[in-house]
């Protein structure tokens, strides 16, 4: 197989349901190896879509295409169990009655002992070999994750589909488990998509995300550009906290109390968002009633008075009140800073640190 033929290909996926559409023209390529993230809101059409492409559900149209060969579309169909998709789900669900060999087993094909050898393999994999005869019950969460995992590797899937599949394990497990999976599945060349409304764990998986809303893919690319060069405010909001300030353009230029920021193409009269992450806030003290000096870079700063502080673990939240509008503007800083309420401070934005959005 061609190394540029994706392992996964869906094309123009759409679902209504009762006239509504949920999945409104999806399209996605995964290339062997590869986990692409689909992040969205609850509701947004992530699991209708998993559920296509493994084939529990039809479309209304669009094409479902693995290693270039067609698995689907309006007339043709390959039925789930032909199409070589493991599934990893939040409710797992081993079968209590069977052993850990049997769970991890089940879906293999072959004679006893090959099934034993890939069973052996699997769970040296995900180090449980231990626990080869033993049944689900005697088992940790985490640790029934791992099985679960094992028995949708065993018969060598092309493509892993997991829909949440770690919010059921508490956070200290998850973060192990997670990075165990990922490894696994890239040593298979496995395509991974991954279902999750969590960014964080998105952030932490991805090789790309794809992010959804209302039924559509708005955004998708590496994290770290989607992180940086977000779609839209709702994009930025998406992944951590937003600060917004609104002004009016003219001239390309957005007048603030933080002073000008640049509106390249954006015509006179239009009402802009510049939206800012809290840990991109510059915070100054108050020296003798003023700031620092404004600079090209960072703009003017703005007088602010703190309102609440409070230490979140690795870092501290500050929150303001704005000197020229009375509005609430919230700050992140590493490690502990927990200024007194009433502390006058000044505050600037980081120009290459903000986004501009049109209003709409
Ligand atoms: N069989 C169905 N019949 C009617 N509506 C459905 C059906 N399945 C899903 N929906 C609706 O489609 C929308 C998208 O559902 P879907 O499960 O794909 O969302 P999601 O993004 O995976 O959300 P979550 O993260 O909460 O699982 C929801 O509004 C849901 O109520």
Sequence with gaps: MSASVPRLEIKDLRRSYGGRAVVDGVSLQIMPGQVTCLLGPSGCGKSTTLRMIAGVEMQDSGTIHVDGNLICDTVFRVPPERREIGLMFQDFALFPHLSVADNVAFGLKGTKAEKRVRVEELLKRVDLLRFIDGYPH?????????????????????????????????????????????????????AVLLVTHEPDEAMRMADEIALMRDGVIVQQGAPYNVYTRPFDRAAVAFFSDANVVEAVVQGALAQTAFGRFLAPGVADGTAVQIVFRPQH??????????????????????????????????????????????????????????????????????RDRCFVFPMT
């Design 281 to 350: 806030v510059r915070i100054d003290f108050d020296r003798a009633g003023r700031g620092p000096n404004p600079t090209a870079k960072e703009g003017t700063p703005a007088r602010a008075v703190v309102s609440r502080a409070r230490f979140m673990g690795s870092e501290s939240l500050v929150e303001f009140v704005m000197d020229h509008d009375g509005s609430t503007l919230r700050a992140t800083v590493p490690n502990v800073f927990l200024p007194q309420p009433g502390a006058v401070m000044w505050l600037t934005i980081p």
């Design 138 to 190: 005697q088992l940790s969460g985490g640790e029934q994750q791992r099985v679960a995992l094992a028995r949708a590797l065993a018969p060598k899937p092309r493509i892993m589909l997991m829909d949440e599949p770690f919010s059921g394990l508490d956070n200290r497990l998850r973060d192990g488990i997670r990075d165990e999976t990922l490894s696994i599945l890239k040593e298979e060349d496995t």
